[in-house]
């Protein structure tokens, strides 16, 4: 969802080098330093002169996964909240100064964290710095029953109109329903519930705040021009001083392993909405992130539906013409991910239709390998974007805070390649024998609504 969204012993690697077309091959590396402060704020610190602009990334372990039951959407209110102000930096300051010194901001959350980033010109870093510190270290006390009303509003209304009132936005609402099991923390969306919304007050929303939003909790990533002293003294100077409450426990998904699927059948669900083409998406469980199968799963992604030569564009749409668009991806996450693939139905075709072409390109690619043309093609597709990603000074700090959050190693750049690199036309047929189950597996269908333009 998005809101519209130092101490010794520093370790560094090599310089970023970026791939060109011709050369694929070549290595990657992200230049960093990385240091904790005494609260436990882990600080990555990333130069790159090519141009006169800083990136301020602060990432908080904290997403939808950690709330409890009753108290859904809070991770994503709270992003809204944190752009409320403070006494040093009242309502509105903090965009304001922001833009007056030639910068922007954003944020969002997801189901594992929140992400909060800032890019202005250089010489801007200590406004960005100060602003960050300032609201970590102050906001939380100073929300009160105006502000939570406000946003709360914000919030439900950015409910209706990005999701209930955007076409096939009901996805988002029905597929976790329907994918992990109530106990699970993906059970429910990112955005939660108008009515735990509603019910939310004042206490719970400072209790969460203190929870989670604790230095030893968050990661600041600085990356562009700076001088590394000057910014390691600033971050020292504002992000050091923040008292911390010691990092919160991790609540995972006990019993829950993302190399068994929990879905024991076949589990189907309709849904209504305001849509002209009716779609058919099927879903199953499938590894974590950075897990074994994980970047296989992304690759048969991209033999399926990646351009106009994909499996399922060519059977569904070209060949058979029964679909009006495909697609298919591996939504990645810190504890299972989802494996989904969909389809417009064409007008006037059966989707039961359509159902049984997804059905059967899938079969396919568990019954024989994929072709090595396909897999090289995917191949060469993912590293490109990969490396245009690295190439975005914004990205580039996602990604490392990423890498911080996940698997504890900013450097991790060039390990997370080199599993796309290895994958085999073997490896993606193992996977996809053992994850895309047609007796596991979710059927989700959305129909125009009845009256629907």
């Known amino acids: 969802m998005f809101r519209h969204a130092l101490v010794s012993g520093l370790a560094s690697v090599a310089a970023l080098a970026l791939a060109s077309p011709p050369a694929l091959a070549q290595d990657l590396s992200i230049p960093f330093a990385k240091t904790t402060l005494p609260n436990g704020m882990v600080v990555i610190l990333s130069e790159d002169h090519t141009v006169p602009q800083v990136v301020v990334n602060v990432s908080y372990g904290v997403g939808s996964r950690m709330e409890r039951p009753g108290l859904t959407g809070f991770a994503h209110l709270f992003e809204h909240l944190m752009f409320m102000g403070t006494r040093r930096a009242p309502p509105k300051a903090f965009d304001g100064w922001m833009e007056e010194a030639g910068g922007r901001n954003n944020a969002w959350t997801a189901e594992d964290r929140t992400d909060y980033f800032d890019i202005t010109p250089a010489t801007a870093l200590p406004l960005l710095l100060w602003l960050e510190a300032d609201r970590m270290r102050d906001l939380g006390p100073l929300i009160d029953q105006d502000k939570l009303d406000l946003q709360r509003d914000v919030v439900r209304n950015e409910r209706r109109q990005s999701i209930e009132n955007r076409p096939y936005g009901i996805e988002e609402l029905e597929l976790p329903r329907l994918l992990?099991?109530?106990?699970?923390?993906?059970?429910?969306?990112?955005?939660?519930?108008?009515?735990?919304?509603?019910?939310?007050?004042?206490?719970?929303?400072?209790?969460?705040?203190?929870?989670?939003?604790?230095?030893?909790?968050?990661?600041?990533?600085?990356?562009?021009?700076?001088?590394?002293?000057?910014?390691?003294?600033?971050?020292?100077?504002?992000?050091?001083?923040?008292?911390?409450?010691?990092?919160?426990?991790?609540?995972?998904?006990?019993?829950?392993?993302?190399?068994?699927?929990?879905?024991?059948?076949?589990?189907?669900?309709?849904?209504?909405?305001?849509?002209?083409?009716?779609?058919?998406?099927?879903?199953?469980?499938?590894?974590?992130?950075?897990?074994?199968?994980?970047?296989?799963?992304?690759?048969?992604?991209?033999?399926?539906?990646?351009?106009?030569?994909?499996?399922?564009?060519?059977?569904?749409?070209?060949?058979?013409?029964?679909?009006?668009?495909v697609s298919a991806r591996q939504q990645s996450r810190v504890l299972g991910s989802e494996f989904v693939v969909d389809a417009l139905v064409r007008p006037g075709v059966d989707p039961a239709r359509v159902e049984k072409a997804l059905f059967d390109q899938v079969a396919a690619v568990r019954a024989e390998h994929v072709t090595a043309e396909e897999l090289e093609r995917a191949k060469n597709a993912y590293e490109m974007e990969f490396v245009d990603r690295l190439q975005n000074l914004e990205e580039r700090a996602s990604i490392l805070n990423m890498y911080q959050a996940e698997v504890g190693d900013p450097s991790y750049v060039q390990r997370d390649l080199d599993r796309y690199r290895r994958g085999t036309a073997q490896d993606l047929l193992a996977v996809a024998k053992r994850v895309l189950s047609p007796d596991a597996v979710v059927v989700l269908t959305i129909v125009p609504r009845k009256g629907a333009k």
Not at 181 to 197: A, K, N, T
Not at 254 to 274: E, I, L, N, W
């Open 180 to 325: 992990w099991p109530d106990s699970h923390p993906y059970h429910h969306p990112v955005i939660g519930s108008h009515e735990d919304l509603e019910a939310a007050d004042v206490a719970d929303v400072k209790q969460f705040f203190a929870t989670w939003y604790d230095p030893s909790n968050a990661s600041l990533v600085v990356a562009g021009d700076f001088d590394p002293q000057q910014a390691r003294a600033a971050v020292e100077r504002w992000f050091g001083s923040i008292p911390s409450h010691g990092k919160p426990a991790d609540p995972g998904a006990p019993g829950f392993s993302d190399q068994k699927t929990t879905v024991t059948g076949v589990v189907r669900g309709t849904a209504s909405d305001d849509v002209q083409l009716t779609k058919v998406t099927l879903a199953w469980q499938s590894p974590r992130h950075f897990s074994p199968g994980d970047a296989e799963l992304d690759l048969l992604a991209s033999v399926l539906a990646q351009g106009k030569a994909s499996r399922l564009y060519k059977s569904l749409v070209y060949d058979q013409k029964i679909a009006q668009d």
